[in-house]
């Protein structure tokens, strides 16, 4: 079947534009994660959600970021007022329930210039 | 905060040796993941192995998990060029609130020398 889906694949912005990144997970999985990854580094966790709930925001640099998740299915994770800081791949994850396989996404590059 | 630490950082073999590479955690976890991730590509998922499970096996992948460690291993057997990616452990913790994020290390890369 298919799998994680994100869009746009690549982005690029100015500076103090606002950006929304889609995520459509795996159908029938429950539970939707958000990380950002750096150049060489491991994904770092944003946020993650049950059906429509945000269950922890605890990884949200600041409060430009939000993500949600309404239905329980599709995700857009929006950043309000970028900076350059914020240019980075980000992923997202689905999985079908606590504590099992999470499967990513292409993930987003997201550029601000 | 980082909670997994890969060991080596990089690794070169010639293709069909065997690579070992490790992992080293510091709190306890309900599962501990691996993944692969081409240059520029996409993470794939390897493994699972739970918290009460000490050894789990996926084709040519093998992986181990000693929890009085805090430690995990992979090892991937007859390595072909196509295994040249940058490893990843990542360690679902357990929480008092419930938390099920995952948490990565900084990756080993590999390289298999045809």
């Known amino acids: 079947g298919a799998g994680v ?13 606002d950006v929304a990144l889609r995520c459509d997970p795996i159908s029938g999985h429950v539970s939707l994660y958000w990380y950002r990854q750096a150049l060489g580094q491991g994904p770092e966790f944003l946020t993650y959600f049950n059906y429509e709930a945000q269950q922890d925001k605890s990884g949200l640099p600041n409060d430009r970021f939000s993500a949600e998740r309404p239905e329980g299915s599709i995700s857009t994770l929006t950043i309000q007022r970028t900076e350059q800081r914020d240019s980075a791949m980000y992923r997202c994850a689905s999985s079908s329930g606590p504590h099992y396989e999470q499967y990513f996404g292409p993930g987003t590059r997201l550029t601000v210039t | 905060s980082q909670q997994g630490e890969e060991d080596p950082q990089a690794l070169s073999i010639q293709e069909g040796e065997n690579a070992t590479m490790n992992c080293s955690y510091k709190t306890s976890i309900n599962n501990l993941q691996w993944y692969r991730q081409n ?3 996409g993470l794939v998922h390897l493994i699972l192995i739970r918290s009460n499970e000490r050894e789990k096996h996926s ?3 093998r992986v181990t998990l000693d929890t009085s460690k805090k430690s995990s291993s992979l090892l991937i057997t007859a390595s072909r060029a196509a295994d040249t990616a940058s490893y990843f452990c990542a360690t679902d913790a357990v929480s008092n609130f419930g938390n099920e994020k995952l948490t990565f290390g ?3 890369r590999l390289t298999i020398i045809p």
């Open chain 1, 5 to 17: 889906s994100q869009s746009p694949r690549y982005k690029v912005t100015k500076r103090g534009q």
């Open chain 2, 39 to 41: 240059s520029g590509r």
């Open chain 2, 59 to 61: 084709g040519r992948l």
């Open chain 2, 106 to 108: 900084t990756g080993t």
